[in-house]
């Protein structure tokens, strides 16, 4: 048996039209597309660097919808000895407990301008400027006790006839939980809470930011209040910011429909790097989804959002030249996904339809690389195409070893065996929901207790966590999750209760194939066949199965005229079915057109 947390889906987004940046009034018309400093830079950037790397973006991705410069975390942070991402005590603040750019790597911040003129720059060449922020308030801010800004008089925030400070409206117990040292929740019920916050996001709007990546208030550290009240300010701000939320810990579907229509990006999961696990990964984060909420039908990919438009996010590509997580020090590699691991990824992305934000040095972008994220097919179905979704008819034969080149001996491969795997699931609902009182204390021996789950799954063991670790990937278990007398295990984060939902899936020896379907503007169909195993696999999918997906096209007596985006190869007449060999970990997209 399996324990898993259940993601949030990976039905993602689309950006903007290729060769145009979006000018429609209203708020992510289209998901955003562009570049992010994370994976090249670290928590590091310079002024320099940045600058450099949007000029880049303007001459060679602009054409092509990439729109956002995004300066990522920690750009308030000393760059000396002893400095690095959970440390205390090196952020750089204002009189008030707000964090400003430090000034030794972002200059033009010198004299109280914060990033004016860094956002000026960005937006000359006809870009747009975003930032990375955290959640509430700093540690810094909170044992400086700093006083708190009242925008509306200029002055300290007063109320009750008494001066308001850091220490009254921080939260310790709620700490970031992959930053713990670094940041804490406000409370948004004081007045004082909510001046603080609304001081944070004037201020950036000042600046002329375009884009905020909000950290550490989704998934397990979902900070409902705080992204509720962050949107309020947003709508009433005098210039457009486009909000985006990201989890600490990948956050479930609960999480999402709690926050969907308030934000304009929400990432669905955790920290993604350049290995294939990463990749293969999000295949599962759909198909766990689409058993317990399929956001294509919820309508959830362009539904409402703040001012416009929300969409789920997949995260940042890392392809091309980067760094290492938590490295501290600049781009020095190039990805370690092959070229076939790539493609599978774009296509992935295309297919699900998300944001799409390039990860590495643009600087020193190769034409291999940028060929790819640059697919005028790919942007076209990532921008325009409807009815994504997983498709499950799809069959793979692994090549054997012996295979011959004379395509009589084909018959030597062998179809890939396939079992079924009891799984189970963990996820957030609502504490009145029936299903989440099923959890008790099972004691191991003096020191260690597990909390289990009631219900077994057949001849398996019951679910069982382990008290003294962090239950589900907390911090704090004590801190986080409370066992009520009743028998729900309660986030005090989110105030959710934890339920388990259990499925049947079919699995294989070991990645398996999958494959994804769309429709396209013109009434074409794509179909995207993708192999997962660790060796050559021969994927098909028939062309009358895919009526059972697109059930307002009869296929069944018809054939398509096929042609594969990534070889460029046409297949011309396909009658019954489109079939491919695979590389490992790699895919073919085909653009079909029926009549």
């Known amino acids: 048996m399996r324990i898993q947390l259940l993601s949030s889906l990976f039905l993602f987004s689309f950006s903007s039209f290729i060769y145009r940046v979006s000018t429609q009034p209203e708020h992510a018309s289209f998901p955003p597309r562009g570049w992010n400093s994370y994976d090249s830079f670290d928590w590091i950037l310079s002024e320099v660097d940045f600058l450099q790397s949007a000029e880049k973006i303007s001459q060679r991705l602009q054409p092509y919808g990439y729109e956002y410069a995004v300066v990522d975390y920690l ?85 009750s006839g008494r001066l308001w400070r850091a ?62 009240f962050v949107s309020e300010v947003l709508q009433k701000l005098n210039r457009p910011i486009l909000y985006s939320v990201s989890p600490g810990v990948i956050p479930t ?25 990463d990749v293969a990964a999000h295949f599962d984060v759909s198909r766990w989804n689409k058993v317990f909420m399929d956001f294509a039908a919820a309508n959830k990919i362009g539904a409402k959002g703040l001012l416009g438009k929300s969409w789920p996010d997949l995260d940042m590509l890392p392809v ?57 097919f790919i942007l076209e179905i990532n921008s325009f195409s409807t009815n994504n979704m ?39 609902t609502s504490c009145s ?7 008790s204390i099972k004691a191991l021996d003096q020191d260690l207790d597990q909390i289990c789950w009631k219900e077994s799954m057949r ?15 907390s911090s704090d278990a004590k801190q986080m999750w409370e066992l009520s007398n009743n028998g729900s295990l309660i986030s005090s984060y989110s105030g959710l209760c934890v339920s388990v939902k259990s499925i049947d899936a079919n699995v294989g020896n070991s990645g398996g194939v999958r494959s994804w379907i769309a429709t396209g503007r013109k009434g074409e169909i794509y179909v995207a066949l993708f192999n997962l195993n660790s060796e050559k696999t021969v994927t098909s ?19 398509c005229h096929g042609r594969e985006v990534w070889s460029g190869k046409d297949f011309g007449e396909i009658k019954d079915s489109i079939s491919m060999e695979l590389e490992m970990h790699g895919c073919a997209l085909f653009a079909l057109n029926c009549p």
Request: overall charge neutral; proline content about 6%; some cysteine.
């Open 75 to 159: 750009w308030y942070r000393k760059n000396v000895p002893g400095a690095h991402p959970d440390s205390l005590g090196f952020d750089v603040i204002d009189e008030w407990g707000r964090l400003i750019p430090d000034p030794d790597r972002w200059p033009s911040s010198e004299d109280g301008k914060g990033f004016t003129e860094v956002a000026q720059k960005v937006q000359s060449v006809g870009l747009k400027f975003g930032i990375h922020v955290m959640r509430g308030l700093s540690r810094q801010a909170y044992d400086a006790n700093t006083p708190i800004l009242d925008t509306t008089t200029g002055r300290a925030y007063e109320e």
């Open 433 to 439: 929901h029936p299903k989440v009182n099923g959890w």
């Open 253 to 277: 579907p609960v999480m999402a429909k709690d926050i969907s229509g308030l934000v304009n990006m929400y990432r669905v999961t955790g920290d993604d790097w350049d290995k294939w696990g």
């Open 320 to 376: 091309g030249w980067l760094t290492d997580p938590g490295s501290g020090r600049g781009p020095y590699r190039m990805s370690n996904l092959n070229l076939d691991e790539q493609k599978t990824q774009m296509t992935l992305w295309a297919m699900a339809r998300s944001p799409i934000m390039y990860g590495g040095d643009v600087r020193r972008l190769d034409e291999t690389t940028s060929s790819l994220i640059t697919n005028p």
């Open 541 to 559: 999918a028939t062309i009358s199965d895919l009526t059972k997906a697109l059930p307002g096209r009869n296929l069944k007596a018809t054939s």
């Open 167 to 228: 220490k009254d409206i921080g939260i310790t117990e709620r700490a970031c939980g992959w930053m713990p040292h670094g940041f804490m929740s406000v409370n948004t019920k004081l007045g004082a809470g909510r001046a603080f916050l609304r001081s944070l996001y004037e201020q950036y709007a000042e600046w002329g930011v375009d884009f905020v990546k909000h950290d550490c208030v989704f998934g397990n550290d979902l900070d409902v209040d705080e992204i509720t």
């Open 390 to 428: 997983e498709f499950p008819f799809v069959t793979g034969t692994k090549v054997s070893a012996h295979k011959t080149t004379n395509h009589s001996r084909r018959s030597r491969r062998s179809l890939k065996e396939v079992g079924t795997s009891h799984t189970q699931f963990l996820g957030f």
């Open 459 to 473: 001849s398996h063991e019951p679910l069982c966590l382990y008290k003294r670790k962090p239950l589900l990937t």
